[in-house]
């Protein structure tokens, strides 16, 4: 064999065991000093919350000797975290918490969309699940206590039949879009810079209605101030039993339960991964963490990296057809 050949091969067997190693090194490099965990909505909200709550229990385990920091990366409906994950290195050392809309829906929504949900990310697990809710402020007759009752209201006063949501093209807005569209009703969509400026809206009574994570209505409700009249999950939420859901009031096809989940650079390491996702459901699954979500309207998920994987793709397939029917687009 000729010497040039010989130092190929080499250089070429090299580069394999090299590369057959690498998850290897990670994996010997675990655990992390202080990963960094992005989030793409601002500080103090339920879902910012959920993700400290995670990232303060991960100190100390195979994952992260440190408690992971939070970088708040809020904008674009969450798109601006996972492009910040998108360039981070592909090892672990970051990872992005999003609700599943910004990789099952967004697709569907954004023709320049900066991000590939499926080729530049890995799930790794979820954290917690929201139930999404209606409400009717004062603007609404008292009269109005469940979702027929509202459409009947809204049909008899198109002038005042409106609904906010906390952004135009979220879970929310389409949940109000497709009750307009399955009963036949002419709901007008106000969207606003996230659930609190919509709240104090519809508590003033400026709006007549509002879709948004159920949690945030919660404390106007129980003041009275607001109605909620149903929430979208498969059973009733803990925090307001008193509500019934839209399938007890004959609405099917609003049922939404939106995780929040973290995702890893694509090319991340299984060993690395698994390590993240181990840890991660261990918190999830602890009692004290649910209590911590309760105070904000969240319940605690833990799914596998195989199983959030699924349900994302479950979930954009579904969304696909629904947002065709609601023909909503955004070009940014």
Request: aromatic letters at 10%.
């Amino acid at each position: 064999m000729h010497g040039s050949n010989r130092r190929l091969l080499l250089q070429l067997a090299g580069a394999a065991a090299a590369a057959g190693a690498l998850p290897r090194a990670f994996a010997q490099a675990l655990p992390f000093d202080q990963p960094k965990f992005f989030y793409g909505f601002p500080a103090g909200s339920a879902g910012d919350i959920a993700c400290r709550r995670v990232a303060e229990r991960l100190a100390g385990t195979p994952y992260a000797k440190n408690a992971p920091v939070v970088e708040n990366r809020p904008g674009a409906g969450g798109r601006i975290a996972l492009e910040a994950l998108k360039s981070a290195p592909a090892d672990g050392s970051a990872l992005c918490m999003s609700p599943y809309s910004a990789l099952s829906i967004y697709p569907h929504v954004y023709k320049k969309l900066t991000y590939d949900a499926f080729a530049d990310f890995i799930p790794v697990g979820t954290s917690s699940v929201i139930h999404h809710g209606l409400a009717v402020g004062p603007a609404v007759p008292a009269s109005v206590t469940d979702v027929r009752g509202f459409v009947a209201w809204a049909k008899a006063n198109p002038d005042k039949a409106n609904y906010g949501s906390p952004a135009a093209g979220s879970t929310p807005h389409f949940l109000g879009a497709l009750l307009g569209l399955s009963q036949n009703a002419d709901l007008k969509h106000v969207p606003y810079r996230g659930s609190v400026p919509g709240i104090t809206d519809l508590v003033g009574g400026q709006i007549g209605a509002m879709f948004t994570p159920a949690g945030d209505f919660l404390p106007n409700h129980r003041a009275g101030k607001i109605r909620l009249i149903a929430t979208s999950g498969r059973t009733r939420l803990p925090f307001a039993t008193e509500v019934r859901t839209f399938a007890e009031q004959g609405f099917g096809d609003l049922v939404v339960e939106e995780w929040f989940g973290f995702h890893a650079p694509a090319r991340t390491p299984a060993a690395v991964v698994q390590a993240a996702s181990q840890a991660i459901a261990t918190v999830v699954r602890d009692r004290a963490f649910a209590d911590a979500l309760a105070v904000v309207g969240l319940l605690p998920l833990a799914m596998t990296s195989d199983e959030m994987l699924r349900s994302q793709r479950a979930e954009f397939e579904r969304w696909g057809p629904l947002v065709k029917q609601i023909g909503f687009t955004a070009e940014s």
